[in-house]
């Protein structure tokens, strides 16, 4: 009988096999009004805020720099303590760079994700950040890209935004993952 080693684990050639299985979407709709009244939109287009939570640290340069050129996000949201731009394969001023040249508008929206619980995504205590309540929740932005520490973070911020979108968006909302 042939012992398998655990230590062993396979690599995938092709990048693109194991991007496509680490993205999740979460989709939600608005509350209606009392006595709105209903559009029917004929040509198909669906006007919804698209937020991407990217977790920074298991990200490579190259990868974070193909989200950009394909998302093409009107503001940049860094939630992170150290702003850090130092991925394999890029560069802060290719960051940049390339920000300007889809006019993306990057703000720092910190988070003090070390005195931060569980329970503190979870239970209304107010906002997390000024920049970002106001930047998500009050700007009529439709496609916002937010930048965590890490993984670990994604499913937290991801239920926190679900809810605040679900109370005060004026319009549907999409949230990606990007891990």
């Known amino acids: 009988m042939k012992k398998i080693l655990s230590h062993l684990r396979l690599v995938a050639s092709d990048p693109a096999l194991t991007r496509a299985v680490q993205e999740r979407v979460t989709v939600g709709k608005r ?15 669906v006007q919804e805020k698209r937020v991407i939570l990217i977790a920074m640290a298991p ?3 190259r990868r974070f720099m193909e989200l950009i050129a ?5 503001v ?11 991925l394999p394969g890029t ?3 290719h960051v940049f760079a390339r920000f300007a040249s889809i ?9 003090p994700w070390h005195e931060l619980r569980a329970a503190d995504f979870m239970l209304e205590r107010g906002p997390l950040s000024n920049r970002l309540h106001h930047e998500i929740l009050e700007r009529e932005e439709d496609c916002i890209m937010v930048l ?6 994604l499913g937290l911020f991801r239920s926190y935004l ?3 979108l679900s109370t005060s968006s004026k319009m549907d909302w999409r949230i990606e993952e990007v891990v």
């Open 59 to 61: 990200l490579h340069g």
């Open 76 to 86: 940049v949201l860094d939630t992170r303590h150290a702003i850090r731009f130092d």
């Open 103 to 111: 006019h993306a508008y990057y703000a720092k929206a910190h988070i």
């Open 31 to 45: 509350k209606l009004k009392f006595e709105e009244q209903l559009s029917f939109n004929l040509e198909g287009e």
């Open 91 to 93: 560069s802060r001023s």
């Open 162 to 164: 679900n809810r605040q």
């Open 70 to 74: 394909s998302i093409k996000p009107k």
């Open 148 to 153: 965590l520490p890490d993984a670990e973070h």
